[in-house]
Nanobody, 126 residues
Framework: EVQLQASGGGLVQAGGSLRLSCAIS????????RGWFRQVPGKEREVIGC????????YYADSVKGRFTISSDNAKNTVYLQMNSLKPEDTAVYYC???????????????????WGKGTQVTVSS
């Protein structure tokens, strides 16, 4: 059974930083896409970015470029989201997901990843 467990969320002041972790179990393909997403109640889920485990290539949404960094530790089967210069509009539930193969170039494909974690709340106060 594939399981993803996101952690590291919490309350932070604007301008601060947080690092989220997503531990993946039951999914051991060498070539897989690992994505981060977020969702505000009442709004559609948004792509943050994706990392391909095979070559470490990354994709980021324009809204987080330069502030957020996705990294992956293949030995630990864990993907990270380093968030810097946080803004109140970054407040959301953050999700991780994974599937076989490299990251798609299209948000609609990333949003359809096969396996998802339950999410962790990030709240940025002004």
């Amino acid at each position: 059974e594939v399981q993803l467990q996101a952690s590291g969320g919490g309350l932070v002041q604007a301008g601060g930083s947080l690092r989220l972790s997503c531990a993946i179990s039951g999914f051991t393909f060498d070539d897989n896409a690992r994505g981060w997403f977020r969702q505000v109640p009442g709004k559609e889920r948004e792509v943050i970015g994706c990392i391909s485990s095979s070559d470490g290539s990354t994709y980021y949404a324009d809204s987080v470029k330069g502030r957020f960094t996705i990294s992956s530790d293949n030995a630990k089967n864990t993907v990270y989201l380093q968030m810097n210069s946080l803004k109140p509009e970054d407040t959301a539930v953050y999700y991780c997901a994974t599937e076989w193969g490299p990251c798609s170039d299209y948000d609609r494909d990333l949003l359809g990843m096969d396996y998802w974690g339950k999410g962790t709340q990030v709240t940025v106060s002004s």
